[in-house]
C-alpha cells in the first residue's frame, strides 16, 4: 500500500476512534460518575504506555522543572480539557459536542492571528464566516428537541474545553521535556488521572 493511501487510512481510524469515544462517553456519563470515568481511562491509558517504556531508565529521570512542566500539561491537555467535555455531555448531544469540540482549528486560527497582530486575509475571514454560520445552525437546529436554554451549560462546558486545550498547544509549543511523545503521553495520563477521585 502506498505511503499516502496509509496515512489517509490512519486518519480515518483516529477520526472512527475519536467519533466512537464520544458516543461512548455519552452513554457512560448516564449511569457513572465522571469523575471516575475519567480517573480509570487516563490511569489505564498511562499505565499501558509507562510499561511499554519501563525498561528505559530515562524515564524515571524527573528534576523539578520536567515535573512542573508536565504537570501544567496534564492540566490543560488531559485533566481539564478531557474533563470539561465529560461534563459538558450530561447536557448536549454526541454529535453537538464533536461540532463544538472540531471548531479547535478555528479557534486558534483566531488566536493566533489576534497574538501576531496580522490582518485576515479574504480566505481566512471566509472560513471564519462560514464555521461560524454552520456552529449556529447546527445548535438552533437542535433547539426543535433540546430548549437551548436548558443546554447552555454544555455548551459553555465545551467551549471552556476548547479553550484548555488552546492553551495546552501554545504551552508545549513554549514548554517542551527531554522525553519521546509516547513518554510524555504517558507521564501526562498518569498524573491526571491523581489529580481526579474515583
Keep these: 500500500m502506498k505511503s499516502h493511501y496509509k496515512s ?7 477520526a472512527l476512534g475519536w467519533g466512537s469515544s464520544i458516543i461512548v462517553l455519552k452513554l457512560l456519563v448516564v449511569e457513572t460518575p465522571l469523575n471516575t470515568i475519567n480517573f480509570f481511562r487516563f490511569f489505564i491509558a498511562g499505565l499501558f504506555l509507562f ?3 519501563i525498561r528505559e531508565k530515562e524515564l524515571f529521570k524527573l528534576n523539578k522543572e520536567t515535573f512542573f512542566i508536565l504537570n501544567i ?3 490543560t491537555g488531559v485533566a481539564l480539557y478531557y474533563g470539561l467535555e465529560t461534563f459538558g455531555l450530561q ?3 454526541a454529535s453537538l459536542c464533536a461540532i463544538i ?3 479547535i482549528p478555528l479557534m486558534l486560527l483566531i488566536v493566533e492571528l489576534y497574538l501576531k497582530n496580522e490582518n485576515f ?4 475571514f471566509s472560513m471564519v464566516i462560514i464555521s461560524i454560520t454552520g456552529i449556529i445552525f447546527t445548535v438552533l437546529g437542535e433547539q426543535n428537541n433540546v430548549h437551548f436554554y436548558h443546554n447552555y451549560k454544555g455548551y459553555a462546558l465545551i467551549f471552556l474545553a476548547n479553550i484548555s486545550w488552546i492553551c495546552y498547544i501554545y504551552y508545549i509549543k513554549n514548554k517542551q521535556v527531554p522525553y519521546s ?6 507521564f501526562q495520563m498518569l498524573f491526571a488521572s491523581g489529580k481526579l477521585q474515583v
Design 121 to 124: 486575509s479574504f480566505l481566512k
Design 101 to 103: 469540540i472540531g471548531t
Design 181 to 186: 511523545n509516547l513518554k510524555t503521553v504517558a
Design 51 to 53: 510499561l511499554i517504556n
Design 8 to 14: 489517509h487510512l490512519y486518519l480515518l481510524l483516529s
Design 91 to 93: 447536557y448536549i448531544s
Design 73 to 75: 500539561q496534564s492540566i
